[in-house]
């Protein structure tokens, strides 16, 4: 029993644990809590871009947004961020597909019938942006996937409602803006967070084939036909407003005429009523001074000589020669 004894006291002096260091336990602690501080730091900061918009989620509610620049957010998971390209214009392509300028054609949703059930194959691309960010990411489950069916259901209820010939042509504008219009409406009405910036068509047009041909003929035809009817509106603009000035032109100038004519009778009738009014006075003076008027001008050279009733010649004074004669005053000089 001793002996045992003693071979057990012997085994367990043998395998006694060593002793740690002192501080060992505290410095490993220590170590343990910078590592879940520097964990926890890492998901502290946060950088959005110039084109980008973030969500800020608290306890996975959305609580606020955040600008561009570097910002400051509790640890994960009290709080998270959700960065979206809000800031930047997006497009959605219907009816086909660009990838890095590589055209696919989408056909399940560029064919569509028209309002006379004939097929046209319609192209479109929509330009958006994210205009309100909690919208965006919580009332729609997929977003873009949304704006592509919402898109396509507005150009069919458009077309469907239109007929062929008037959409390859002349419509295609007003087609455009319709469904624009109601793909705003959509978008409003289930507050999908998006704004419509624009919608284009790329093409309108039947399926390939020789209806395609023959209604690119129709349009080409119609295309000629606009085009003349803009050159003789055109024609007529520039000829019009001439033939008019020259029409004024000549108006005005047979006003003038007019008046100058009229003041030139009215002239005529003021110096004869004075002549007839001189003449009721003195009508003998008068005729004689009429008379001599007359000849003056009719024979402005002629030698006057006045007669008296018996036709014997009568002595005058002649004054004009008196006048045309040089002073006595001068002649000394």
């Known amino acids: 029993m001793d002996q045992d004894q003693f071979g057990s006291q012997n085994r367990n002096q043998n395998f006694e644990m060593p002793k740690l260091p002192k501080g060992l336990i505290k410095k490993v602690i220590i170590g343990l809590i910078i590592v879940v501080l520097l964990a926890f730091g890492t998901t502290m900061f946060y950088t959005v871009e110039e084109h980008e918009k973030a969500a800020i989620l608290t306890f996975g509610q959305f609580s606020g947004t955040s600008d561009a620049g570097l910002h400051f957010k509790l640890p994960y998971p009290i709080q998270d961020v959700v960065i979206v390209p809000a800031n930047r214009t997006q497009k959605t392509y219907i009816g086909y597909r660009d990838y890095n300028g590589q055209i696919e054609v989408v056909e399940e949703e560029a064919l569509m019938i028209t309002g006379d059930e004939n097929i046209v194959s319609a192209d479109a691309v929509v330009e958006w942006k994210v205009n309100n960010l909690e919208h965006y990411l919580y009332n729609i489950e997929d977003p873009e996937q949304f704006l592509r069916n919402s898109a396509s ?46 919608l284009k068509f790329q093409d309108i047009e039947p399926p390939e084939g020789e209806v395609q041909q023959a209604f690119k003929e129709v349009t080409n035809a119609r295309e000629e036909k606009n085009t003349k009817i803009n050159n003789a509106q055109n024609y007529k603009n520039d000829k019009l407003p001439k033939a008019r000035g020259e029409a004024q032109a000549l108006i005005e100038n047979a006003e003038a005429e007019k008046k100058s004519r009229v003041l030139n009778a009215q002239g005529d009738v003021a110096k004869f009523n004075a002549i007839y009014t001189e003449y009721a006075n003195n009508p003998g003076v008068t005729q004689r001074r009429l008379i001599l008027e007359t000849l003056e001008k009719i024979m402005p050279n002629a030698q006057i000589i006045v007669t008296d009733q018996s036709d014997s010649t009568v002595n005058y004074l002649p004054l004009n020669d008196f006048l045309k004669a040089p002073k006595k005053g001068s002649d000394a000089q």
């Open 153 to 198: 259901a507005s150009i069919r209820s458009v077309i469907g409602s239109s007929k062929l010939d008037f959409a390859i042509t002349d419509g295609k504008t007003v087609i455009q803006t319709e469904v624009k219009q109601k793909l705003e409406d959509l978008q409003t009405r289930y507050e999908t967070g998006i704004q419509i910036i624009d």
